[in-house]
């Protein structure tokens, strides 16, 4: 029996005699993947940018979207045609020491990862019920590890019960954004590149830099590695063009949320004098003085299902990169504690939640090109890719956005470290 009626009951040549339904069955990752995009981090950056400088950099998030795209589709590309994740592919490609570096570094960045989504969920609990940061923290962990015990039954419970919280995310944002005043001359000004001052493109910078999550770069491809298996040159341009829809829908649901964000900030909080609009506390009390309750609600239970679901999709991608880098896999429960421990350290502290939140954004940038500039190799040579390498205009275009990303990403690390307080 081939991997694909594993999975599906049917072959990716039935799937692909279907039609759209056939199409259907084979979405999933890239919105598994589009989580990390709406995660509580974006939601304190594009708030804060669209309450400083209203619409005008919403060109930014809709580029940073675009580089969401190329980069996961060159990362599901990956899955689809070795049938080895991107840490795998980097043990079997690189020395055994530098392996282990890579590994060690990837943790980290799961770590800091789960740190901001820990974080965000404890945030939201104790705006929605008053309860304490801590324990908060963990109830986030038990979510994410319920979560994460769905995948026991295969692929599907998983992806749909993310697909339900992505949805909650989306309802909760674009629900309030149809109940502001939005000024169509001012939004579509805002999707010409431009800047108002040496803060503004600080922010932009933020926003760009921090799109790119390393996490997610290896998990995407794990998600597609063993999902379907093509036995013809038709499957395989099939699972291609359906790959593609998947990103371009996925990611376009999370381009959709950050541009919610955004605008609602910008009609609610620019020119005026709503304080601390930077952080996420701030921005709840705002809702609630400048439109009503309901909002700021609807904006908590967004946030408490983005720490949910990217907690759990984190936890996710530390699994895959110890299993990929060093072929030792350790029981669920343990992986959920090594990554949760931290955060909840850092709650314990009393450590200000938005500063810890600052912090995890720095970590990740270290993890960037550890992920990017392998990615955009591998999918470049064909004696791994096989008649799925990468176009030369693609390689170039990926190595353009790498480079940019690194730059940007060193920018906010160096940025941090030079702030006063």
């Not at 190329?70 to 599901?76: G, T, V, Y």
């Not at 291609?240 to 829809?245: A, F, I, N, P, Q």
């Not at 850092?346 to 960037?368: E, H, K, M, N, W």
């Amino acid at each position: 029996m081939t991997t694909a009626r594993k999975r599906t009951g049917r072959s990716v040549e039935e799937l692909r005699r279907s039609g759209w339904r056939g199409r259907l069955v084979v979405l999933g990752p890239a919105f598994v993947a589009a989580v990390a995009y709406v995660d509580p981090g974006n939601f304190a950056t594009n708030f804060a940018a669209g309450a400083q400088y209203g619409y005008l950099l919403l060109w930014v998030i809709i580029v940073a979207n675009l580089m969401a795209m190329l980069i996961q589709s060159l990362s599901a590309k990956l899955g689809l045609a070795t049938g080895k994740n991107l840490p795998e592919t980097c043990r079997e490609r690189m020395p055994r020491t530098g392996t282990f570096l890579m590994w060690a570094q990837a943790e980290l960045v799961a770590i800091a990862t789960d740190l901001a989504e820990v974080v965000g969920g404890a945030i939201a609990l104790n705006l929605l019920f008053g309860i304490p940061l801590f324990t908060g923290g963990l109830i986030t962990g038990v979510i994410a590890f319920a979560l994460l015990a769905l995948q026991g039954r295969g692929h599907r419970p998983f992806e749909r019960a993310i697909v339900a919280l992505l949805a909650v995310i989306l309802v909760g944002l674009v629900s309030t954004l149809f109940r502001v005043d939005v000024d169509p001359a001012a939004a579509l000004a805002g999707l010409v590149p431009g800047f108002e001052g040496t803060d503004s493109l600080l922010l932009a910078t933020g926003i760009l830099g921090a799109t790119v999550m390393p996490h997610v770069i290896y998990l995407h491809s794990a998600l597609t590695q063993h999902r379907m298996t093509a036995q013809s040159p038709a499957d395989r341009r099939f699972l291609l063009r359906t790959g593609r829809l998947d990103i371009v829908l996925g990611m376009g649901v999370a381009g959709l949320v950050n541009l919610s964000m955004l605008v609602i900030a910008a009609a609610l909080f620019a020119g005026t004098s709503v304080p601390d609009t930077d952080t996420l506390s701030g921005i709840y009390a705002g809702l609630t003085v400048q439109l009503d309750q309901v909002a700021a609600v609807a904006f908590a239970v967004a946030l408490l299902a983005s720490g949910f679901a990217s907690s759990g999709v984190g936890t996710y991608a530390g699994q895959v990169i110890m299993a990929g880098f060093l072929r030792r896999r350790i029981p669920l429960l343990a992986r959920r504690l090594l990554t949760l421990i931290p955060a909840l350290v850092v709650l314990g502290l009393g450590v200000d939640p938005t500063q810890a939140l600052v912090l995890s954004q720095v970590v990740l940038s270290f993890g960037i090109p550890f992920a990017l500039a392998p990615l955009v190799w591998f999918t470049a040579q064909r004696t791994i890719m096989g008649t799925l390498v990468n176009h030369r205009a693609t390689t170039v275009v990926a190595a353009v956005v790498t480079a940019l990303v690194v730059v940007l990403n060193g920018v906010l690390i160096w940025q941090t470290i030079h702030t006063p307080g």
